[in-house]
């Protein structure tokens, strides 16, 4: 491994970690009542809608562009993945 591609590493490795601490910092979280923790809504209403406050709004509505940002770099270590893999197999000369 090279300088340079430790550098582009920890680059992004600090960008997702200043990411994800974004958005832990801009969630809303609830508070525990004497009962324990307050239950998440998943569900839709009657009309098929999403109710505002549940999960699926949370994560579609509040926070999909991180979600989009988070599968492209998944797509991304999974092709390099098969790329380190492939790359492994050419150095076999015997």
Same mark, same amino acid.
């Given at each position: 491994m090279n300088k340079k591609s430790l550098m582009i590493g920890i680059a992004?490795?600090?960008?997702l970690l200043v990411m994800l601490s974004a958005?832990? @910092?801009s969630s809303e979280w609830n508070e525990m009542n004497d009962n324990g923790p307050t239950e998440i809504p998943f569900t839709l209403d009657e009309d098929?809608? @999403?109710i505002e406050g549940? @999960?699926?709004?949370a994560l579609f509505e509040d926070h999909g562009y991180v979600l989009f940002i988070l599968a492209l770099l998944l797509f991304g270590a999974?092709?390099?993945g098969a790329y380190v893999a492939k790359e492994g197999d050419d150095d076999d000369s015997d």
């Amino acid at each position: 491994m090279n300088k340079k591609s430790l550098m582009i590493g920890i680059a992004v490795a600090g960008a997702l970690l200043v990411m994800l601490s974004a958005v832990a @910092l801009s969630s809303e979280w609830n508070e525990m009542n004497d009962n324990g923790p307050t239950e998440i809504p998943f569900t839709l209403d009657e009309d098929g809608a @999403l109710i505002e406050g549940s @999960l699926n709004m949370a994560l579609f509505e509040d926070h999909g562009y991180v979600l989009f940002i988070l599968a492209l770099l998944l797509f991304g270590a999974i092709i390099g993945g098969a790329y380190v893999a492939k790359e492994g197999d050419d150095d076999d000369s015997d």
